[in-house]
């Protein structure tokens, strides 16, 4: 069945340091891939998507590209702030189902 | 756009009551909403699919008798947990779709003493 594999956390890095977290996905057909970020508490918010390969998504200085021969959608950014810190999961998926991986905590500091 | 509220965002019950939890889409119309359970440091957990007006699909090993859904109109379902336990006690996320993409609530933390 489809699946994602996400880098074990947690993440630990310096402000301004640059960002990747690895997202591997197992899937039949062409799935969307989604990016969402979870703050302390709260629920989850959309981050970034890709809906086809090759495509990129961005949000707020996040990237992932949607890498069919690698089957990966790893999520990056350049320089990280405090602000950042939170878990991030990966998913495949779309209107009908999600799966979603692990989970992987950053922790920023300044 | 697309914004999902739910209600309430914490609720303390006792052993063997009844919560209620809502879950609205603000600015869209959602026929199909999802709910989620989510075990501190884990990720989340389908619990269940809910169609508006029919009823909804449930995953394997969740008790359809004790997380009654109901989705009434396109943009409200609700999460019953019926005679809940100490084991009930999580967080649960609530999600509508609005074309592709999955929009998230903000969680209800239940806490069953």
């Known amino acids: 069945g489809d699946s994602v594999t996400q880098m074990e956390g947690p993440v630990t890095l310096s402000e301004e340091a640059f960002l990747t977290i690895n997202c591997t996905y197992t899937?039949?057909?062409?799935?969307?891939l989604f990016w969402y970020v979870q703050y302390p508490g709260e629920g989850l918010q959309l981050l970034l998507k890709a809906t086809k390969a090759d495509d990129k998504g961005s949000n707020k200085g996040f990237e992932a590209t949607y890498r069919k021969e690698t089957t990966s959608f790893h999520l990056e950014k350049g320089s990280v702030q405090v602000s950042d810190s939170a878990v991030y999961f990966c998913?495949?998926?779309?209107?009908?189902?999600?799966?979603f991986g692990a989970g992987t905590r950053l922790a920023v500091h300044p | 756009g697309a914004v999902v509220s739910q209600h309430p965002s914490w609720v303390i019950c006792k052993s063997g009551t009844s919560v209620k939890i809502e879950c609205r889409s603000l600015d869209f119309q959602a026929t199909t909403m999802f709910w989620y359970r989510q075990f501190p440091k884990q990720s989340l957990m389908l619990m269940a699919t809910?169609?508006?007006?029919?009823?909804?699909?449930?995953e394997q090993g969740v008790e359809k008798d004790k997380f009654l859904i109901n989705h009434a109109s396109l943009t409200l379902s609700t999460l019953t947990v019926t005679s809940a336990h100490p084991e009930d006690s999580s967080f649960y996320i609530c999600s509508a779709t609005r074309e592709d993409t999955q929009y998230f609530g903000p969680g209800t933390r239940l806490t069953v003493l």
């Open positions: 899937a039949t057909g062409y799935p969307s």
């Open positions: 809910s169609n508006e007006g029919s009823k909804a699909t449930y």
């Open positions: 998913a495949l998926g779309g209107y009908n189902k999600l799966i």
